[in-house]
């Protein structure tokens, strides 16, 4: 398998073969980290932030909102990158095991689906405001925010582009 064919299948479009794999990882006792955003531009902040949250267990999930989703939480002129591109850009991270699109706004239905051992958002969420975090709590999982690095931000990159 070439390296590209490596990035692809950690892209999950079909629900079975995440199915098999969350077995494979929970038969194996291996914690499963869930995490999730638009990722539109890739940054050292994203870096910075997915590196820690996939130290705290042995598999990191990352849910991508689709283009659809994209565009009704950040407006029309976003994303700035389809979603092929996005998944595959992060897929490309070593550190990120499965790549899942999801076409709500939240990502609440993909976290019931996952059960993940561990929820993670950045630092700029209280706890009891993640999406999803009262799934994870009763099943005994913990919800973790991870301080995200200052000055970097999609939004930011983009408002300096404009001005250039």
Known sequence: MNYLEIIQSKIHYDKLVLTQLLAKWRFQDQ???FSNGCFDILHKGHVEYLT???SLGDHLVLGLNTDASVKKLKGPLRPLQD???RAQIMASLQ???AVVLFDEETPYELIKFIQPDILVKGG???PEDIVGADIVKNNGGEIITIELS???S???IVEKARKI
Do not use: C, P
């Open 95 to 97: 550190f990120i095991a």
């Open 31 to 33: 914690k499963i980290v």
């Open 52 to 54: 820690k949250a996939a």
């Open 124 to 126: 700029d969420y209280k």
């Open 154 to 156: 999609t939004s930011g």
């Open 83 to 85: 979603e092929t591109s």
């Open 150 to 152: 200052e000055g970097y």
